[in-house]
């Protein structure tokens, strides 16, 4: 997607050259797709082993898990988008070209589902995720 702007602001390029949508899909692999919001910072950006950090059980409440990451404990909630959606991770990159920068987006993985982790604490309902499918299903509403 490219947009023809006469100013020197940035803009973006959606490419899925590495992965397109489909072979992420392919790989149906739930656990390996799934996203994470955990309410720690890490210094570290790449691939790990996280089952050997972060060690998950299920609780006897709908959709809450309990984990342990690095001694920390950590309660969960999963949130799922409406049918139809998807939760696309993308990593991005800024290049020149000529005057201007451009922002170019690279498909790392699709999801349908994101799990949101609090420490010591049952995550917030609703979170800044469900705030935003609600503004989803208004608008969805209304079009009718």
């Not at 392919?26 to 089952?51: M, R």
């Amino acid at each position: 997607m490219q947009s023809n702007r006469s100013d020197s602001s940035p803009f973006a390029i959606i490419s899925d050259s590495e992965l397109t949508s489909n072979e992420l899909k392919k790989e149906n692999n739930s656990e390996e797709n799934l996203l994470h919001s955990l309410p720690c910072h890490i210094e570290f950006t790449g691939p790990a082993p996280v089952s050997v950090f972060f060690n998950k059980e299920n609780l006897y409440h709908e959709n809450m898990r309990a984990a342990s990451f690095r001694g920390h404990m950590l309660l969960n909630k999963t949130v799922k988008v409406p049918e139809g959606y998807e939760i696309y991770t993308v990593t991005e990159n800024i290049e020149t070209k000529g005057d201007s920068d451009v922002k170019i987006f690279q498909l790392k993985g699709v999801s349908t589902s994101m799990n949101f982790w609090e420490k010591d604490e049952m995550p917030k309902c609703p979170n800044k995720l469900e705030d935003a499918l609600t503004s989803i299903y208004i608008a969805e509403n209304l079009s009718l």
